[in-house]
């Protein structure tokens, strides 16, 4: 099996939508570090699990933006880890460092 893992700085805005109050459902930024890992039991035609480029143009369309004027879904640390999972070839896991104590994990597998 071969894995690779990047890791990838953003800056974004968010405001949550929450069922209780929160300083969080303001407007507010982080500067968040975004870690993707991917893995394949085969190399494409390339050598590669897949092209680090790819994975940092993925990330990097969360760079200096506002989360709520580009998903529809609630930007919540999980929801967005789970949302790169998706864009990226062979990912199975994302892990959203929104702060120096706050990572969320999205993982394909059990054991992450
Ligand atoms: N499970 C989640 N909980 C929270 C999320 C989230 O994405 N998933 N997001 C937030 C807010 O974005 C909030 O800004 C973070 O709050 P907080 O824990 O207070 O963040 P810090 O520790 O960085 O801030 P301090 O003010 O320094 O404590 C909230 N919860």
Redesign the pocket.
């Known amino acids: 099996m071969f894995y690779l893992e990047k890791s990838i700085e953003i800056s974004y805005a968010?405001r949550?939508s929450?069922q209780y109050e929160?300083?969080?459902t303001n407007m507010?930024g982080?500067n968040a570090i975004v870690t993707v890992y991917c893995k394949a039991e085969k190399l494409d035609e390339n050598g590669m699990v897949v092209d680090f480029m790819h994975v940092k143009q993925v990330v990097k369309r969360l760079d200096h933006v506002c989360f709520n004027d580009i998903f529809s879904f609630n930007?919540?640390?999980?929801?967005?880890a789970r949302w790169i999972c998706e864009q990226i070839p062979n990912c199975y896991k994302v892990a959203?460092k929104?702060?120096?104590?706050?990572i969320?994990i999205y993982s394909l597998e059990e054991n992450i």
């Open positions: 968010h949550l929450l929160s300083k969080c507010h982080h930007p919540t640390a999980e929801n967005v959203f929104e702060s120096e104590g706050n969320a």
